[in-house]
């Protein structure tokens, strides 16, 4: 008898493939996500079922990465560069992601989005049902690139267990319903048993939206739909603050952290790294530290903005303007305010090694962010990890993160207000050691405590939990 197993999805695989000097290599994500879910996929017949990241070239290189990823308890979902056109870079990323964010003018309504998003989302679900998929399986869903996967799989499959998470925003009814495919792609996720968000915010927008788009009403968190009771629900997700603890007193890092400081001396570090997003307000950001630099003219010299952006989703036009905008402030910025003996702002448009990460983690004296709209934010996360050795950090975050309503001991802004941003450094910069460290040992114990591996333990408790409810009420 087959016995239960447990099976991701998501847009992305764990693992990510490159061709270099005509070879492929396998690269391993370092993502909260797939470190949480380690210990699940890679044991006995798990699988994570995802895009590889990577177009093969031929047959030959098809069957190569099929058997490297099964070694790896991998399957991959290869999809065609029209695909990911419509798909990823049009649904997903043109119409989903601004609208969860609030960008409804960044919104592109294109029907071609709309059908490569059907199709590749059946793509997911013929893919997964092929795997002998049983009763006893526990499917987890991951994310708004796949919002139609737990129903298409259950119109084929009434007896499975599906459980889906949204890690980024879910927004207020009256932005939701603006997408010309809203009906469908709710009922696409209540095809799911389990909806789960970051915030109660974010599952109360859904069950608003079930109520006022599809006229369900809900019920104590869940909605009826048909014979099932699909129940939504709040798992603010953690990150892996054992290996960021670690890494922070590691010797390696330690060393780096040596360099830093010498490279900047006695100036106070801030810092900033995101993915190259408009929802992370880094232009925001930026406007902030300039009126810094102007209204606190002593403070010149005295502080460095290191800043780093981490390059994503580049063929999206948003993306392009954003990333010329940024290129643009910084050369202002460094231009009139810096001087012989200082740059003000040190800016990368890169991703660094994990170890490079914590180093700036550890020197930095005030992390920002500063996002306009974010489902939770690990980075802000990561910092505090990377502080539990002296709690000596302070971390200005933006309202509008996740992450806020966990961390209330963090001076808090809100990111439209420049002033607020502004006005949070100096605050930060002249705190009482005392506070700092006291503050900072609050931040330290909520996000050790609530990590990852938390995270994904609660989700299938409760996932397990609700199928055993439904069963038990079906045979009543
Ligand atoms: C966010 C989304 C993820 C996504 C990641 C990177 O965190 O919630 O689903 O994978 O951004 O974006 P990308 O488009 O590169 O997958």
């Known amino acids: 008898m087959q016995k239960k197993r447990t099976i991701i999805i998501s847009n992305r695989l764990p693992v990510r493939i490159e061709k270099r000097a005509n070879e492929l290599h396998f690269i391993p994500s370092e993502g909260g996500l797939a470190t949480g879910l380690g210990s699940y996929y890679k044991t006995g017949s798990n699988i994570w079922v995802g895009w590889p990241g990577y177009i093969p070239e031929n047959e030959s290189e098809v069957q190569l990465i099929r058997t490297e990823l099964a070694k790896l308890n991998l399957i991959p979902v290869f999809l065609s560069a029209e695909d990911l056109e419509g798909y990823y870079e049009g649904f997903s990323n043109e119409i989903l992601w601004p609208i969860c964010h609030y960008r409804l003018s960044y919104a592109v309504f ?33 994310d708004y690139q796949l919002m139609l996967l737990p129903q298409l799989l259950r119109q084929q499959r009434s007896d499975l267990t599906i459980g889906y998470f949204q890690h980024i925003p879910f927004p207020a009814d009256e932005i939701f319903r603006c997408i010309p495919w809203r009906n469908e792609l709710l009922k696409g996720l209540l095809g799911a048993d389990l909806i789960a968000f970051h915030t109660y915010h974010d599952a109360q927008h859904f069950l608003n939206s079930c109520l006022n788009i599809l006229g369900l009403s809900p019920k104590n968190n869940s909605v009826r739909c048909r014979d099932r009771r699909v129940h939504v629900e709040v798992f603010p997700m953690g990150i892996d603050f054992d290996k960021f603890e670690e890494l922070s007193r590691s010797n390696v890092v330690l060393n780096k952290v040596q360099v830093l400081k010498e490279q900047y001396q006695k100036r106070k570090l801030i810092l900033s790294i995101d993915r190259l997003d408009y929802s992370k307000g880094i232009l925001e950001r930026l406007m902030a530290y300039e009126s810094l630099l102007q209204q606190y003219p002593e403070l010149r010299n005295k502080v460095v903005l290191y800043m780093l952006v981490v390059p994503s989703r580049d ?26 003996d200082w740059t003000p702002i040190t800016y990368f448009y890169n991703s660094l090694p994990i170890e490079d990460l914590s180093a700036l983690y550890v020197a930095a004296d005030i992390c920002l962010v500063t996002s306009l709209r974010d489902g939770m934010n690990l980075v802000c996360k990561e910092y505090i990890a990377s502080k539990a050795q002296d709690h000596n950090g302070v971390l200005i975050l933006s309202e509008f993160a996740g992450a806020a309503k966990e961390l209330p001991e963090t001076i808090q802004v809100n990111p439209n207000a420049i002033e607020d941003i502004m006005q949070a450094i100096p605050l930060a910069i002249y705190m009482p050691k005392m506070e700092r460290q006291q503050r900072m040992r609050a931040n330290v114990a909520m996000v050790k405590k609530f990590n990852i591996t938390h995270w994904v333990k609660l989700f299938f408790n409760r996932l397990h ?12």
């Open 465 to 476: 939990e609700v199928k055993t409810e439904q069963k038990t009420s079906a045979s009543r």
């Open 315 to 340: 063929n999206v036009a948003q993306y392009k303007l954003l990333r010329d905008e940024i290129d643009r402030m910084v050369g202002h910025i460094n231009a009139v305010y810096g001087s012989d």
């Open 110 to 142: 294109d029907k071609s989005y709309w059908l490569a998003y059907q199709k590749v989302n059946q793509h997911f679900c013929d893919i997964i049902l092929a795997q002998n998929i049983t009763s006893k399986d526990e499917l987890w869903v991951h």
